[in-house]
């Protein structure tokens, strides 16, 4: 049985307890012996502030998978941050037994003058996300072997809210349709989520330190991050005819959704209970 850790969203530019959170979430990893881990992006901003994060990963013992996140390129172009996160190219597969495990780049955004990577701060007027041209094409390709799927992303490729899933949904789904993709897993959204679509189950990972929640008016602009007492992640488990995902139970530390009117503790079309979900999804 292929088992691995899954977490994202850790941000430790926004967190002063980031590299503990880090150290947590790799303990559980060795106490779990799991085959490998799976980082869903947004991990630190690449620069050297941030060298012993990497030095953690690199070190633990356990081969770590990195998905690119819109802050993993906030200010850096594609090039530098993968420099840093130690890949090859932003989008890749790797396999295990009868698995295909694919990553995905879903850091772009397009405008009539075509199909761009983020820097984060240089959107313009723009679908955004979306996976490109380029990349679906590679996708299809990777889908053709016969083996059975298993796909990362940091943005969701479900969400229908805006800036929050890819733009093209449907392009991706459509390549999915008669391939045996087993489960798609996405970070970004800073909280929980499960769909099933055409088979296909897309199961958002909650962000391993905070929900950061914000309030736009033309008055001001307010952001406020709602830490997670614990750092929130998920070991899978690819059974023959089921997978398990093994989540967790945390709190909120200090203030908590209702203090900023998010009474229903919905965001941005996911749950930001202080929890992973756990569940057991089986073959349709
Ligand atoms: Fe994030
Ligand atoms: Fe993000």
Not at 48 to 74: F, R, W
Not at 120 to 147: C, I, M, T
Not at 186 to 202: A, E, F, R
Not at 213 to 237: A, G, R
């Amino acid at each position: 049985m292929i088992r691995f850790l899954v977490f994202g969203d850790l941000h430790l530019e926004d967190c002063t307890d980031g590299l503990e959170r880090l150290h947590a979430i790799l303990r559980h990893a060795r106490e779990e012996k799991v085959d490998f881990i799976v980082s869903l992006g947004d991990l630190c901003f690449p620069t050297e502030d941030y060298s012993p994060v990497m030095d953690a990963l690199k070190n633990c013992g356990i081969p770590v998978h990195h998905t690119i996140g819109n802050h993993d390129v906030q200010e850096w172009d594609i090039a530098h941050s993968l420099k840093f996160l130690g890949k090859d190219r932003p989008y890749e597969a790797f396999e295990m037994g009868d698995y295909k495990f694919i990553i995905l780049d879903t850091c772009y955004w397009k405008s009539e003058q075509g199909e761009f990577h983020f820097p984060n701060r240089e959107r313009v007027p723009s679908l955004y996300p979306v996976v490109p041209e380029e990349q679906l094409s590679w996708l299809d390709a990777q889908l053709s072997d016969g083996k059975k799927y298993v796909i990362f992303s940091h943005m969701s490729l479900v969400n229908p809210f805006a800036r929050r899933g890819i733009a093209n949904k449907e392009d991706v789904q459509r390549l999915f349709a008669g391939r045996d993709v087993r489960l798609c897993m996405n970070g970004h959204d800073h909280g929980s989520d499960l769909k099933q679509i055409g088979g296909v189950p897309y199961y958002t990972v909650s962000s391993a330190s905070q929900f950061c929640w914000w309030s736009v008016t033309p008055e001001k602009m307010e952001v406020k991050n709602l830490f997670y007492k614990d750092p929130l992640h998920v070991i899978v488990e690819l059974g023959e005819d089921e997978i398990r995902i093994h989540g967790m139970e945390s709190a909120f530390v200090g203030l908590t959704p209702e203090d900023v009117g998010v009474h229903d503790y919905r965001w941005n079309g996911v749950d930001v209970h202080p929890c992973a979900k756990s569940c057991v999804l089986r073959r349709e």
